[in-house]
């Protein structure tokens, strides 16, 4: 007898175990297959920096015990100035925070298979039906969702998502002692996350600073290998020497070490707009469509609130006795994540790729620019609403927009 569930998740990350927990409380069953073993989970897929904000944690109910340390500010550097903005949030104990979600689920009857890698959708008359793993093993259900993240295995071979290697996105992260988090020659980074702009630390992306508690906290960057990278960076540097770069030259961590018993993080996440949600009985979430935010770099809220929607979908699809897992039905999810998880998306998405294009002067006129601003035209700005950027637009800009309106063209 063939297994066969009401929804397959492939994929224990925030996205993943976040969907199976919200379709178990509503008594569906669910099986959740993760690729890693159960035994010291998630050791490989530690890779989130876990900053997010207080919308995040109280719209999830995130406990405290998986906050390393809650945030009151966001601070934006460029190379000679900053910005300070009162805003809260969490820094989360990414490891702890995913082995959370995954005892949630279970204790709402969520099964979950470890060592259990998803490799091929099961196919019946061009719909999939539902999944291989282990190889040979098989398991059906009315609905599939891929969250694998970036490796995307069923949503490639479904054709619901195009993952471009030149939107992709490489971040790494060091969790680091004695670092001098009130620097006199910095704004005070103490209960406080910090984004820096500065294309001689990072060309093409942005570092940070995350406060994780006394002279502790998250350190790393990021960035995506197009225009700027290759105009500003040095393209013999791995990503791992930019940031041992950093740290060097940085006097915020002249005593700095990193500490012994944390692992380091790296990961990637792509920043592109999606191409599609789902199709027949099927809905990719979280980082298997592009959900990162482009302009803060912030990815766990988007993904809890694509599997969110996920389930939402899943839900009024297998509801009552006549079940509709089509094509049309599952565009629910579609609608959705354009609604609620990212709306704006493509202008936030322009944004984020108007400002790699800016040098670094560019920057220090923008944080001034963003002190002289009062806070509803900032919460406009950051929302992508047009009266709230043009604000910051200024017309010397226009050698730099036209250089961004030929590199759109040529991307289309």
């Not at 050791?43 to 989130?48: A, D, G, M, V």
């Not at 060309?203 to 500003?232: M, N």
């Not at 692992?263 to 990162?292: E, L, Y």
Request: proline share 4%.
């Amino acid at each position: 007898m063939s297994e066969h569930y009401d929804v397959v998740v492939a994929g224990a990350g925030p996205a993943g175990a976040q969907c199976a927990r919200d379709l178990a409380q509503r008594n569906y069953d669910v099986l959740v297959l993760e690729a890693e073993p159960e035994d010291g989970f998630p050791r490989q897929s530690n890779k989130s920096t876990a900053g997010t904000f207080a919308s995040m944690t109280g719209a999830f109910g995130i406990p405290d015990d998986v906050v390393m340390q809650y945030t009151d500010e966001v601070v934006l550097e460029s190379p000679n100035e900053h910005f300070v903005q009162t805003q809260p949030g969490a820094v989360l104990e990414f490891a702890e925070f995913k082995q959370w979600l995954v005892a949630e689920g279970r204790e709402h009857g969520a099964e979950y298979r470890f060592d259990a890698r998803v490799n091929n959708p099961i196919m019946d008359d061009g719909d999939i039906v539902g999944v291989q793993y282990d190889g040979d093993e098989e398991v059906y259900a009315d609905i599939v969702v891929d969250a694998t993240g970036p490796a995307a295995p069923l949503a490639k071979k479904l054709g619901v998502c195009d993952l471009q290697r030149q939107h992709q996105a490489v971040g790494i992260e060091w969790e680091m002692e004695g670092v001098d988090v009130d620097h006199p020659d910095f704004a005070d980074l103490s209960n406080a996350m910090m984004l820096r702009l500065d294309h001689d630390v990072v060309p093409g992306g942005y570092s940070w600073i995350f406060h994780t508690g006394e002279d502790t906290a998250k350190v790393g960057l990021c960035y995506i290998q197009h225009e700027r990278y290759q105009q500003y960076g040095d393209t013999s540097r791995s990503i791992d020497e930019h940031l041992e770069a950093w740290l060097d030259e940085d006097p915020r961590f002249e005593n700095a070490e990193r500490i012994a018993d944390k692992q380091q993080h790296r990961g990637s996440a792509h920043i592109q707009m999606p191409d599609s949600f789902s199709t027949d009985n099927f809905m990719a979430i979280g980082d298997t469509v592009p959900t990162i935010d482009p302009l803060w770099g912030e990815g766990i809220h988007k993904g809890m609130e694509s599997a969110r929607a996920a389930a939402i979908t899943a839900d009024r699809c297998l509801m009552g006795t006549e079940t509709d897992t089509s094509a049309d039905a599952m565009s629910i999810y579609d609608d959705l994540w354009k609604s609620r998880v990212a709306p704006d998306m493509r202008r936030r998405l322009a944004m984020t790729q108007l400002l790699y294009l800016a040098p670094n002067d560019r920057y220090d006129r923008l944080m001034d620019d963003l002190n002289a601003m009062d806070v509803e035209t900032l919460s406009e700005a950051n929302e992508g609403g047009l009266r709230g950027i043009s604000k910051l637009v200024h017309f010397d800009d226009l050698p730099l927009l036209a250089r961004f309106a030929k590199q759109r063209l040529a991307e289309r």
